[in-house]
């Protein structure tokens, strides 16, 4: 995902506001570097409440300035350590506290207390959660059930996608592309004359200018330039170029060309 993110942000010099996906790409990872970017994250996050029937780490208030977790009694979980090879912290109670709750049957089954994890990551995801109350999050998951789903479908069931025909990768994002292209086709045929309507689509189906990718510079100073070796190849070579540039100015050496592998040098005798 970020790969793809970044990559068009450099070849079409776009600037996203923000981005839209599925649960499966609601990692730490990827939000983090989005958020990061300056753009919003309106990626759907993994449910945990199925997991499990206690609280999740959603039901506890964490405090910032104080840096430790409030349960829903009240009691306050802090910090025990950091895991830098995993990537979290961990928070805990004290098991006194915990031994005397009434809610401990649907909060943890531990003789020692609850305890908590957090990713060295968590603000972009608490971020994240809140954006679930705006109106621009759920408007962008709206639309992404409505354009991209149905097209994942489409190319299921009408261009056989369900299963690649080829193997090795190169070959695979090859069939993946031609599947996408003849989706873009039939999108530009529907079109017709009146063209496309909205500007993204406009600017996704022009063609690139001469300067857009910022490549053109480079071909232009590679064309201008003229490659020589630091040194000959071999003698063989070094002495058939000295020939070529002398015959062409008209200087006769007595001596023919350098023969081919296994021949001999002949010489010719002046009057």
Request: hydrophobic share 35%.
């Amino acid at each position: 995902m970020l790969e793809l993110l970044f990559r068009n942000r450099f070849r079409w010099r776009l600037s996203p506001r923000s981005v839209t996906g599925e649960a499966a790409y609601g990692t730490r990872e990827n939000i983090a570097a989005i958020e990061e970017a300056g753009i919003r994250a309106h990626v759907a996050l993994p449910e945990q409440g199925g997991r499990t029937s206690l609280f999740t780490i959603d039901a506890f208030v964490y405090d910032a300035e104080k840096d430790l977790y409030t349960c829903p009694r009240g009691e306050t979980l802090h910090r025990l350590g950091r895991d830098y090879k995993g990537g979290y912290a961990r928070y805990g109670a004290k098991p006194s506290s915990c031994d005397g709750c009434h809610l401990k049957g649907e909060c943890t089954n531990s003789t020692k207390g609850r305890w908590l994890s957090r990713g060295f990551g968590e603000e972009y995801l608490e971020r994240v959660r809140a954006y679930r109350n705006t109106e621009p999050y759920r408007k962008a998951l709206r639309k992404r059930a409505v354009w991209v789903e149905p097209l994942f479908a489409e190319a299921k069931e009408w261009h056989g996608f369900r299963r690649f025909r080829l193997r090795g990768l190169e070959k695979v994002n090859a069939e993946a592309l031609m599947i996408a292209s003849g989706q873009n086709v039939k999108r530009l045929v529907a079109f017709g004359a009146k063209g496309p309507r909205r500007a993204a689509q406009a600017a996704a189906l022009r063609r690139p200018g001469a300067g857009c990718s910022g490549f053109q510079g480079v071909r232009e100073h590679r064309r201008g330039c003229t490659w020589r070796p630091a040194r000959p190849f071999s003698t063989r070579w070094s002495v058939l170029r000295s020939w070529a540039r002398k015959e062409r100015a008209g200087v006769s050496l007595g001596v023919s060309p350098p023969p081919t592998k296994g021949a001999r040098w002949t010489i010719r005798k002046g009057k």
